[in-house]
């Protein structure tokens, strides 16, 4: 029979076919039927193109982070609600698997997404006398290649093979700076079959402004192949203007139009404490232009701002909350106007405790306490995501480091459990805010910003992050992570083993990187791993506070750096890209 191969074309993620036997073939065509910004209905429109199907299997990743709610005339796995940007496979109804020659029907859904709807393209794989059809995905098929960085698609196919299938990835004319730079060979088995493999692109630093295109030709023996369309972002982009809007895509933070954006940059510390120890806002510190003219002659493009729940809301005597939410307003839209994306946590915050690793006795918010407290935790997430949504260039940071593993004497069940789920917890004297709590606080706004949310063990420990982590209607989590040469994660391999296998599902930040000398080997090896794992890192910390302990960046507010690990931090940076 003569060979039959069907190439749907569509933008965000393209698959090909070819039939096993000729006989065997089916099509399918995606139509958004509405969209109001946030929800949006689509059909897909399936033929049977071949002899007749005895059953029948639909196939798509979706380039956002679009969620199907409800589903008719098709199974979907994942179940709805799917996860945002989910790989799915859609299974016939038991009423509507078998199909004859020239069949047409229609699959549709609901759904709910933010940023971007682009469409997926949709592959159909039928089943019949005449054999199975292979199909291979790649996602995305437009790339953006940031000038002296990376960037990256994925292949898989579409059902399972008899035998190894070699997909190559070929760069055809164009701008000569794109060049394929991994995963330009790859492989897959019986056993790898259905796990998206990446390819790397990269793109040469030059001296024009322009952003030129190149061709990446996916093909396999057999297959027809597919062009993944590149192109160049020159880093012009990065170096002025305001700082981009983010989501989550899968496991990278990325900006509006797609692009990759890591968060490289440094923490700000006094907002926790200056209020409640009578040293004004910042510390006596600058928030002004001066300031953050100082900070992005370091090329730094995050910010980290720790924050005093009881100071924003004004409660047991702190400061006028709302002098206190305009002060951090006003730096927050600053750093934003400059290029610099503002990370907002809270730091500090009500509750006593008194057990393991207690940085103070006092109720009120003076010291780190093991977990936000469900009293005021909550008020003060409503009031920030009030704040800022709308402004997705702000990220926010739902708590500094828990530590409620600790106050259970190192039950990580407990622990774990009481991290998500708040309430009563083992150890802890007053009622907690459980992640998941202060999620939909913080949607229940109407905020649809990234949120960070750090693991156990002062947010070192990630090792069950994945399993505990909270559901989020907006698709826009990820995983903060801190960590100092003191810490039990402080090597390779465990970074590996635990950050490693967050990293590969969900955007990593660490959130606070620095080691207690005036060195910089440690934070040294900390950012080597990051940059090779695309997880992003701020350092703690800059404030002039004297180098004698560690951890500090600077002499002066004019951005003078301590003359080692100050010194040693912005010389890394200033060789980084954001747009990675």
Same mark, same amino acid.
Request: charged fraction near 10%.
């Given at each position: 029979m003569a060979a039959a191969a069907v190439l749907l074309a569509g933008s965000g993620l393209a698959t090909v076919q070819t039939a096993a036997d000729a006989a065997v073939a089916c099509s399918a065509t995606y139509a958004k039927s509405w969209d109001n910004g946030t929800g949006f209905g689509a059909s897909i429109t399936v033929t049977n193109t071949g002899d007749p199907l005895t059953s029948w299997a639909l196939s798509f990743d979706f380039p956002g982070n679009q969620v199907i709610t409800q589903m008719w005339g098709g199974v979907p796995t994942p179940a709805a609600p799917t996860p945002a940007g989910a790989a799915v496979t859609v299974k016939p109804e038991s009423y509507n698997a078998a199909?004859?020659?020239?069949?047409?029907?229609? /699959?549709?859904?609901?759904?709910?997404?933010?940023?971007?709807?682009?469409?997926?393209?949709?592959?159909? $794989?039928?089943?019949?006398?005449?054999?199975?059809?292979?199909?291979?995905?790649?996602s995305p098929t437009s790339v953006s290649v940031p000038e002296g960085r990376t960037g990256a698609y994925t292949v898989r196919l579409q059902s399972q093979p008899s035998g190894n299938v070699?997909?190559?990835?070929?760069?055809?004319?164009?701008?000569?700076?794109?060049? /394929?730079?991994?995963?330009?060979?790859?492989?897959?088995?019986?056993?790898?079959?259905?796990?998206?493999?990446?390819? $790397?692109?990269?793109?040469?630093?030059?001296?024009?402004?322009?952003?030129?295109?190149?061709?990446?030709?996916?093909?396999?023996?057999?297959?027809?192949?597919v062009t993944v369309n590149a192109t160049e972002a020159d880093n012009d982009a990065v170096t002025g203007g305001a700082a981009p809007a983010l989501r989550v895509s899968g496991n990278r933070l990325v900006t509006s139009a797609g692009a990759t954006?890591?968060?490289?940059?440094?923490?700000?510390?006094?907002?926790?404490?200056?209020?409640?120890?009578?040293?004004?806002?910042?510390?006596?510190?600058?928030?002004?232009?001066?300031?953050?003219?100082?900070?992005?002659?370091?090329?730094?493009?995050?910010?980290?701002?720790?924050? @005093?729940?009881?100071?924003? &809301?004004?409660? @047991?005597?702190?400061?006028?909350?709302?002098?206190?939410?305009?002060?951090?307003?006003?730096? /927050?839209?600053?750093?934003?106007?400059?290029?610099?994306?503002?990370?907002?946590?809270?730091?500090? @915050?009500?509750?006593?405790?008194?057990?393991?690793?207690?940085?103070?006795?006092?109720?009120?918010?003076?010291c780190q306490k093991p977990m936000p407290d469900a009293q005021y935790a909550p008020t003060f997430w409503k009031g920030v995501a009030t704040a800022f949504k709308g402004n997705n260039a702000v990220v926010f940071d739902l708590f500094n480091e828990p530590y409620p593993d600790a106050a259970a004497n190192w039950n990580a069940t407990a622990g774990w459990t009481c991290?998500?789920?708040?309430?009563?917890?083992?150890?802890?004297?007053?009622?907690?805010?459980?992640?998941?709590?202060?999620?939909?606080?913080?949607?229940a706004t109407g905020a649809t910003n990234v949120i960070m949310l750090g693991g156990l063990a002062w947010s070192n420990d990630l090792s069950q992050w994945l399993t505990y982590k909270p559901s989020d209607p907006a698709g826009n989590l990820m995983a903060a992570w801190h960590t100092y040469n003191f810490n039990t994660c402080s090597n390779v391999s465990c970074w590996d083993s635990q950050v490693g296998a967050v990293a590969a599902q969900v955007p990593v930040h660490a959130g606070e990187i620095g080691q207690n000398s005036c060195a910089h080997d440690y934070i040294d090896q900390v950012m080597a791993w990051a940059d090779a794992h695309g997880v992003g890192y701020t350092a703690w910390t800059w404030n002039p506070w004297g180098c004698s302990q560690g951890n500090v960046l600077?002499?002066?507010?004019?951005?003078?750096?301590?003359?080692?690990?100050?010194?040693?931090?912005?010389?890394?940076?200033?060789?980084? &890209?954001?747009?990675?």
């Open positions: 199909k004859g020659t020239g069949a047409t029907w229609t /699959v549709g859904f609901n759904g709910t997404y933010t940023g971007a709807n682009t469409s997926p393209t949709v592959s159909c $794989t039928g089943t019949g006398s005449g054999g199975t059809q292979q199909a291979l995905v790649v070699t997909v190559t990835s070929t760069a055809g004319a164009g701008d000569g700076d794109i060049t /394929v730079t991994g995963g330009a060979g790859l492989t897959f088995t019986a056993a790898n079959w259905s796990t998206p493999q990446t390819v $790397t692109l990269g793109a040469a630093e030059d001296a024009d402004s322009t952003n030129g295109t190149r061709p990446i030709s996916v093909a396999s023996s057999g297959l027809t192949s954006y890591r968060l490289l940059g440094v923490n700000r510390a006094s907002g926790e404490f200056a209020c409640v120890q009578g040293k004004g806002m910042w510390d006596s510190g600058p928030a002004d232009q001066a300031s953050v003219d100082a900070m992005k002659a370091w090329n730094i493009h995050a910010v980290r701002i720790p924050l @005093n729940e009881e100071c924003w &809301n004004g409660t @047991n005597g702190t400061p006028s909350g709302a002098t206190y939410q305009q002060n951090v307003k006003d730096y /927050v839209n600053l750093l934003v106007a400059n290029g610099i994306t503002p990370i907002v946590e809270m730091h500090w @915050n009500y509750g006593q405790y008194t057990g393991q690793g207690a940085g103070c006795s006092d109720t009120t918010a003076t991290w998500r789920d708040g309430g009563t917890c083992t150890g802890i004297g007053y009622q907690v805010a459980g992640m998941q709590s202060l999620v939909d606080t913080v949607r600077i002499e002066d507010y004019n951005g003078t750096p301590t003359s080692t690990y100050g010194a040693g931090f912005k010389a890394h940076l200033l060789t980084q &890209n954001p747009l990675s």
